[in-house]
């Protein structure tokens, strides 16, 4: 049964509160261009919604919504991401990647093995990490679980009709947009000026330098090396302190934690600023550092998680803009995202010009959703206002 429907005053955002199979059902078919989403994890840790992963019925029914070529992104948990991605696989979509989003404010949800063993036995702690009987003193330091840190992401593509270009031509989806999501950087701090005037034969084994430069026409290493920065990879991270002391030191680009300075939304990008400025996250680039800097992306803001929001898996909007870049189609594209929640995915899809439908079952989350997308709306409005009036002035 389809609750209320609700059209945001834009026309640009559409919301459902429905089961997303019913709501979908009465969508035209082959209308959607992307499908961006967070569904349930299936941890049974999370309240009611939680109770278990998206089977085979959702995903079929989520893929006659959409365009051929279409691309999906459904977040899924390390212990149950094989349902996940065997319920899509079975629907009919074809599996092509799967994107790690990793990050360091996970929180332990085991049990301590000696408290369970006090517990049986019926023993009472003064404090709670004494043990009392002997057993458990034993069995101190023992636990069920470790702390999550990284949430897989399921990257699939409805099958495409014909080649990749017919695709493109009929139905006018295709592919990532690599350009649009690239990570910033300056190639001639990164390899020098002699790298980057010759182009790399890759006809045989030997790496062999000729005439044309990297981005001139007939080089062999146009398609690697853009102006516009670094290939989008399938790794994505927080910028957390845990985090970045993983990454191996490099002899160029800088990743240090730092003071922060806030910029305009137009200037953000997901995997930092320009120019080695520091960016959302506290993290400044510069010449050499970490490896980390080519796959920073801000965590969740203190402004994301208001108190009207309550959704326990806010994702950070800086990591849902990154990801409806790079699947924008060049019209921009309709995305879904039949497992809403609070709203964090229309947002993103306001942010970067395309088109959002939501459906979320829950009616708490569903006003959350519609308050937070009335006012980005607003707030992107008088943004424009402002340009086009300080455009007027002499």
């Known amino acids: 049964m389809i609750g209320q429907q609700w059209v945001s005053e ?28 967070d569904p ?9 919604w939680d109770h278990g992963v998206p089977g085979v019925r959702f995903w079929r029914v989520i893929r006659d919504a959409v365009k051929p070529g279409a691309l999906l992104l459904a977040f899924g948990g390390p212990r149950t991401y094989h349902r996940l991605a065997c319920a899509i696989e079975d629907a009919g979509w074809a599996l092509r990647d799967c994107v790690m989003w990793v990050y360091g404010s996970g929180y332990a949800h085991g049990l301590a093995i000696d408290r369970g063993i006090d517990a049986a036995k019926g023993a009472v702690r003064e404090s709670r990490k004494v043990p009392v009987t002997e057993e ?29 270009a017919e695709n493109a031509m009929e139905y006018g989806v295709a592919g990532f947009w690599i350009d649009g999501a690239r990570i910033p ?8 000026e002699s790298w980057l005037k010759g182009g790399i034969s890759l006809s045989s084994r030997k ?50 934690k730092g003071g922060h300075k806030r910029r305009s939304p137009k200037h953000k990008n997901a995997f930092g600023a320009f120019e080695g400025k520091r960016c959302e996250g506290d993290v400044l ?48 594209g309709v995305v879904l995202d039949p497992f809403m929640g ?20 829950d009616n708490g989350y569903f006003e959350t959703a519609k308050r937070r997308i009335s006012e980005e709306e607003r707030r992107l409005a008088g943004e424009k206002n402002s ?8």
Request: hydrophobic fraction near 30%; charged fraction near 25%.
């Open 10 to 37: 834009s026309g640009r955002v559409m919301l459902f509160e429905a089961d997303c199979v019913e709501a979908l059902a009465a969508l035209p078919k082959r209308t959607i261009d992307t499908v961006i989403t």
């Open 40 to 48: 349930p994890y299936g941890l049974k840790s999370m309240g009611d």
């Open 136 to 164: 458990a003193k034993r069995w101190q330091g023992w636990n069920t679980g470790l702390k999550p840190s990284y949430d897989p992401v399921c990257v699939a593509m409805n099958p495409i009709k014909g080649s990749y």
């Open 185 to 192: 950087c300056d190639w001639v701090r990164e390899r020098g």
């Open 207 to 256: 790496r062999q330098w000729q005439g044309p430069t990297a981005n001139e026409p007939g080089s062999t290493v146009a398609d690697r090396v853009s102006d516009k920065g670094r290939w989008p990879a399938n790794l994505l991270h927080d910028g957390s302190d845990e985090v970045m002391k993983c990454f191996p030191q490099t002899k160029s680009g800088k990743a240090a």
């Open 285 to 332: 680039y510069g010449d050499s550092g970490s490896a980390a800097r080519f796959f920073f992306c801000a965590r969740a803001s203190a402004a994301e998680r208001r108190a009207y929001n309550e959704h326990p898996s806010v994702k950070p909007l800086a990591l849902m803009e990154y990801l409806c870049r790079l699947t924008r189609t060049p019209e921009g």
């Open 342 to 361: 609070s709203g964090s995915t229309g947002i993103a899809c306001l942010r970067n010009g395309r088109r959002f439908i939501g459906i979320e079952t």
């Open 387 to 394: 340009d086009s009036n300080s455009g007027d002035s002499p």
